[in-house]
């Protein structure tokens, strides 16, 4: 008996229903996304990311559907074309052998643990249906298995060096999220072999449930690496969303949490002395001089700049610790130089200490930086009329 493949190949692309289905999904979704644009006047990232596109810093604070509505957004037209070709070409011929449920899960599944491997391997935010698309390439590896003359006849030794083709492409360019390929194509292989093709009768049900098992056991172990990984990057981003709230003492709190390591990036510092100042300043202001204290106390414990301790001199004065003061201030004038109002800082406590030959020689520091600073001019005559 001759067996017709071409005519049933043809038959699946007009019998592709949830094929179709889902290229009408993704086109609406994209159509939604620019009206969307050009009614609120949104950048696309700022689209992408309330859509929600994969943002690591995001699904560490528990937006875990994230993995599921990226491989529904897309980032242009030519991304969006690529991805809805590449499913117009296989999706039919998956949804043939396995019949439109299995071929659904195959598709949301695959999709889910491709974008599960870039949560986890791949920093950047992305979008796309691309790890969904490599899932169905996955199932069609299952295909061959078991109709080996089938996926012969249809697409031979092509495939194989399409899929090696992209793959060594995508580790060439950071534009692409290989991550979530091979991510894609791992689980699609391993869903097919899970579910079986439409037609296999039902049979190796015990290794079907291992391999279910499996692939919730390494989803599961997924999360649980992500949120080891990703543990600083979720107190970082909540410390910022705090600080954009004004809730400082929420952001010392997740600053608190981060690593020696995360301590040390310029960001994260330049974060930790906006978040301490910022505190500092609100207790001066409120005469708390105490906390004022302890939180520039606790700012150079992370990050020892000299001005800190510039800062932390003029807390000593306000409190009327001039020895304090004396010494925080002088280190800061040392270590800056040439800075005059530092310099008349050191004078006026010193002054304060009843210490005035000291007091004439800062004051000959600031005149020296600048002769027309009044008020040294001012102190300098105070003194020398005694």
Not at 31 to 56: P, Q, S, W
């Amino acid at each position: 008996m001759i067996i017709d493949y071409r005519k049933q190949f043809i038959d699946a692309n007009d019998r592709a229903t949830v094929t179709k289905t889902l290229i009408g999904i993704n086109l609406t979704v994209w159509i939604a996304m620019m009206l969307l644009k050009f009614m609120k006047g949104l950048d696309e990232h700022t689209l992408l990311t309330a859509m929600g596109m994969k943002v690591n810093e995001l699904i560490i604070q528990g937006q875990y559907w994230r993995l599921f509505t990226a491989m529904f957004l897309h980032l242009g037209p030519l991304h969006l074309f690529s991805n809805l070709y590449a499913l117009y070409v296989y999706g039919p011929t998956v949804e043939k052998y396995f019949g439109g449920i299995k071929f659904l899960l195959i598709y949301i599944i695959s999709g889910i643990l491709g974008n599960l491997s870039s949560y986890l391997f791949l920093p950047n935010p992305s979008a796309g249906a691309s790890g969904a698309i490599f899932g169905l390439v996955g199932a069609l590896f299952y295909f061959r298995k078991e109709r080996r003359h089938i996926f012969n006849w249809a697409f031979g030794p092509r495939l194989v060096i399409l899929l090696i083709f992209n793959i060594a492409l995508g580790f060439t360019t950071s534009l692409v999220d290989n991550m979530a390929h091979i991510g894609g194509l791992v689980g699609g292989y391993l869903i097919a072999n899970g579910l079986g093709l439409s037609s296999e009768l039902k049979k190796k049900v015990f290794k079907k449930i291992c391999i279910w098992i499996l692939t919730l056991f390494i989803f599961g172990l997924g999360l649980s690496y992500g949120t080891v990984k990703y543990l600083d990057l979720g107190h970082l981003h909540s410390a910022y969303n705090a600080v954009e709230n004004n809730e400082i003492e929420d952001a010392k709190g997740y600053i608190a949490q981060l690593s020696e390591k995360d301590l040390q990036k310029p960001n994260v510092k330049e974060l930790i002395e906006y978040i301490y100042i910022e505190d500092m300043r609100t207790n001066i202001e409120n005469g708390d001089m105490i906390e004022a204290l302890h939180s520039i106390n606790t700012l150079i414990e992370y990050s020892p700049d000299d001005l800190f301790y510039y800062y932390r001199g003029y807390i000593y004065e306000v409190m009327g610790n001039w020895t304090m003061a004396y010494a925080d201030y002088l280190y800061a004038a040392d270590s800056i130089q040439d800075d005059e109002d530092i310099w008349y800082s050191v004078a006026r406590v010193t002054y304060n200490l009843g210490q005035f030959d000291k007091t004439k020689t800062y004051l000959d520091k600031v005149l020296a930086l600048n002769q027309n600073n009044i008020d040294a001019k001012e102190l300098l005559d105070y003194i020398s009329a005694f």
